[in-house]
């Protein structure tokens, strides 16, 4: 199976000549359908599609979806040399084959499901990082998306030679594989192929995304001749960007530092007891946040955003 995202707002695509109809899934869910020239209009096969996709794994996303059924011929005009499917975010529209393909090649209700998953990946929030090219959240968190594209091993974005380890088609396989978890090879990277605990976070993904960080907030006071250090640590479970803020006596003179590994990985030492601390954080769970004591005493209150 080959697949393409299509970058903008591709002339192919929007010059169809045929207007969308909106079909309701069994949910009473809206969804468009443009049905190609080439095909007879058949309402009733529209509406088994649209049942089919009201079956897929979804939120609410799929009432901004629009499908263009095709011919496998007219998708692989509209969307590259050998696509069965493509898929193009500006649009929130997907091409699909509305024939069966080939003997041998994957199915078409498989190829619209894995096409499916990146309409849902255009629709989550992977803050710092785009969900449509690297995966939603707790799916890249539980396969060290972020760790393998710094160690070169995952490429997102690239649908040319490095397609098999581009991570984005590889969350919209996993997504594909919810569905069709037997019989289906995997044609991607060993390093995002399912196992345990990819279909929970699959799951997780589509039915509750992460939406923004949470606020933690640590409390702590210092006397004057007390101790000079104050710790507090933080739970981090996903992958993301973390932020800390503090702020203290503003007679007092407070540092920060956040501790990585045993090792201090970032520092503020402005003036006075306000410090801040942001930088993005892949495959540690729990970090350790150090407040220093240079002059003054009083109580200071530590807030960090964590994903």
Same mark, same amino acid.
């Given at each position: 199976?080959?697949?393409?995202?299509?970058?903008?707002?591709?002339?192919?695509?929007?010059?169809?000549?045929?207007?969308?109809?909106? %079909?309701?899934?069994?949910?009473?869910?809206?969804?468009?359908?443009?049905?190609?020239?080439?095909?007879?209009?058949?309402?009733? !096969?529209?509406?088994?599609?649209?049942?089919?996709?009201?079956?897929?794994?979804?939120?609410?996303?799929?009432?901004?979806?629009?499908?263009?059924?095709?011919?496998?011929?007219?998708?692989?005009?509209?969307?590259?040399?050998?696509?069965? @499917?493509? %898929?193009?975010?500006?649009?929130?529209?997907?091409?699909?084959?509305?024939?069966?393909?080939?003997?041998?090649?994957?199915?078409?209700?498989?190829?619209?499901?894995?096409? %499916?998953?990146?309409?849902? !990946?255009?629709?989550?929030?992977?803050?710092?990082?785009?969900?449509?090219?690297?995966?939603?959240?707790?799916?890249?968190?539980?396969?060290?998306?972020?760790?393998?594209?710094?160690?070169?091993?995952?490429?997102?974005?690239?649908?040319?030679?490095?397609?098999?380890?581009?991570?984005?088609?590889?969350? !919209?396989?996993?997504?594909?594989?919810?569905? %069709?978890?037997?019989?289906?090879?995997?044609?991607?990277?060993?390093?995002?192929?399912?196992?345990?605990?990819?279909?929970?976070?699959?799951?997780?993904?589509?039915?509750?995304?992460?939406?923004?960080?949470?606020?933690?907030?640590?409390?702590?006071?210092?006397?004057?001749?007390? @101790?000079?250090?104050?710790?507090?640590?933080?739970?981090?479970?996903?992958?993301?960007?973390?932020?800390?803020?503090?702020?203290?006596?503003?007679?007092?003179?407070?540092?920060?530092?956040?501790?990585?590994?045993?090792?201090?990985?970032?520092?503020?030492?402005?003036?006075?007891?306000?410090?801040?601390? !942001?930088?993005?954080?892949?495959?540690?769970?729990?970090?350790?946040?150090?407040?220093?004591?240079?002059?003054?005493?009083?109580?200071?209150?530590?807030?960090?955003?964590?994903?």
């Amino acid at each position: 199976m080959r697949d393409t995202l299509l970058r903008a707002d591709s002339v192919a695509l929007r010059d169809a000549g045929v207007a969308a109809n909106v %079909y309701r899934t069994p949910r009473n869910e809206p969804l468009r359908v443009i049905l190609s020239p080439a095909f007879i209009a058949n309402r009733a !096969a529209v509406q088994s599609f649209v049942d089919f996709m009201g079956s897929r794994l979804h939120g609410k996303e799929l009432s901004k979806l629009t499908v263009y059924l095709a011919p496998l011929r007219e998708v692989e005009a509209r969307c590259a040399p050998g696509a069965v @499917a493509c %898929y193009a975010p500006n649009l929130e529209l997907m091409v699909g084959p509305g024939e069966n393909t080939p003997a041998g090649q994957f199915s078409k209700e498989f190829a619209v499901t894995h096409e %499916y998953g990146h309409h849902i !990946a255009r629709n989550r929030n992977n803050s710092p990082w785009s969900a449509l090219i690297r995966g939603p959240k707790r799916w890249g968190t539980f396969h060290h998306v972020c760790e393998r594209v710094a160690a070169h091993q995952l490429f997102p974005g690239d649908e040319g030679a490095q397609y098999v380890a581009n991570p984005g088609e590889g969350w !919209a396989q996993a997504y594909a594989f919810q569905h %069709y978890p037997t019989g289906q090879p995997w044609q991607f990277t060993p390093l995002l192929a399912p196992v345990p605990g990819t279909r929970p976070a699959v799951r997780a993904d589509v039915l509750a995304p992460w939406r923004q960080p949470t606020i933690v907030v640590r409390r702590g006071a210092f006397a004057t001749a007390g @101790a000079r250090v104050a710790t507090r640590t933080f739970a981090t479970p996903l992958d993301g960007r973390v932020s800390f803020t503090l702020s203290g006596p503003s007679t007092s003179n407070l540092d920060l530092e956040v501790i990585v590994g045993g090792r201090v990985a970032a520092s503020s030492r402005r003036g006075g007891s306000r410090e801040f601390i !942001a930088g993005d954080l892949c495959g540690v769970r729990r970090i350790s946040v150090r407040v220093a004591r240079i002059r003054g005493a009083g109580a200071f209150r530590l807030a960090g955003r964590v994903p």
